[in-house]
């Protein structure tokens, strides 16, 4: 039976409390401005060597200016266009369509990775063909879409979603699948059951997939909502702007239109997408400073 | 302080098997183990891997149901694993709090409480730090603190310190035994490391290997605190372990 000792001041915390300090990471916060440099000179770089190369093949007249303009007319024109707002105007539908899609693509992605993750007479049922969907070129599905909806906004909601959600549900149901066995158990001994185990053990623990998937459903639906753009032709929006150009030769115009269209993918993905990644990863101690 | 003499039973574990493997070609994991413990007991579990302790554990813990007999325990109890098992994208604090929380303690309290705890296992300055920013042995303390936010009856411990290096061992135990003997939690601990279970223990069980069942027990009488390298603490152990090397070898003979 246990001999119950007095409270006393325990002499072991002195002990413990040097090894504590010496056990610690040692973190060196990092300086802010240097920080950005490491991080922006080698994206600098790169920008400087496409352009200088992009410059190269026009002084080199490999094709002719009229189907491959130099920079310094591309970017005249960019600057140009953005100034009288068409693809500003152009910009702003494209983004409006883009957040439409995305987000009814994020709540079917979610629900079907729910239930996927969740059921496993669901998971061998459709598991299969989610992953299926998502290898399947979106632009194959367009003909059908415009069989469905006609040239209509609807035909181009359909295939952005169709593109992204399952890419949104793979990364729930991976995210779900990766979750440390140990953690789960170390839920239940906690007495987290039923909807409390979703709520603060499985959901946080899937976060790091969910997010790749959300950000991988981004580029689908990115690349599908062009591809749409250039077949349904309605109002003006960037696919819409780039087919023109096509149809008038007007090579700088083409070129600058598909510089803002590269622009966009990359701003919403490092912007959005890669930072919650990196907190999350950081959070999670899964990160070399 | 009063000794406490009245045997009030925590746990009672009565001819309990477990099979695992399709019907037919089936192992045993469990064997008809029986196993008793009183109220602030210290028992330890000793045996040669693969003998089974963890699955006990599991079915002491509610996590997996065995196919035979009977468990009876007071409340749901704590189990802490060999990995401390920490939530990474919560805090030390935030671990302990959430413990609180599904226990039901109130908002209010919870953040006191969580403490109260992380002074108990001497981490009060580094409550708001991530699992991933502490050592091995202070996350396992976490644990410890989380565990103990339970307030179970019972306390499992399942290899706790195996994956710790010896200094960082040798104090822990000295926590531990101080933590035990302060708040009276009744405890299971699983080990390998039979000094280490003499080191701890009111009593120390040798499991059987496949199918496990107890073969002996054997009484720890030495006054608190003891060190691993005392003499006597050395040779009951060195007792125990040929007790388990006896065990050991049966098996080579039977095959």
Redesign the interface.
Known sequence: ???????SP?P??V???G??AL???V?AAPNAARKLWTAGWPRLAAIVVAIGGWELLTIFKVKPSYVLPGPGPVFARLFHDIANGLLLHAMAHTMWRAAIGYGIAVVIGTLLGIVVARSRVVRAAIGSLITGLQTMPTIAWFPFAILLFGLTERAILFVVVLGAAPAIANGLISGVDNIPP??L??G?????TGF?AYR??VI??A?PGFVSGLKQGWAFAWRSLMAGELLVLLGTSLGQVLQNERDTNDAPGLVATMIVILFIGIVVDSLLFARAETA?RR???LLEN | MTVVTERQTVLSVKDVSKVYGPAGSHTFALDRLSLDVQKGEFVCLVGASGCGKTTLLNLIAGLDHPQNGKIEIAGRPALLFQDAALFPWLTARQNIELALRLRGVAKRDRADEAQRLLRVVHLEDFGDRRPHELSGGMRQRVALARALAQDARLLLMDEPFGALDAITRDLLHDELERIWQETNLTTIFVTHNVREAVRLGDRVLVLSSRPAHIVEAFDVTMPRPRHLDQPDVAQLAGQIVDRLRKEVRSHGAAS
């Not at chain 1, 239940?188 to 987290?192: I, K, M, P, Q, Y």
């Open positions: 039976m246990a001999q119950r000792l007095d409270p325990d072991y915390a002990d413990i409390a090894l504590d056990e610690v990471p973190q140990i953690l158990r170390a239940r001994v906690l007495g987290a409390d603060h053990v946080p623990a976060l999350i959070r999670w101690g």
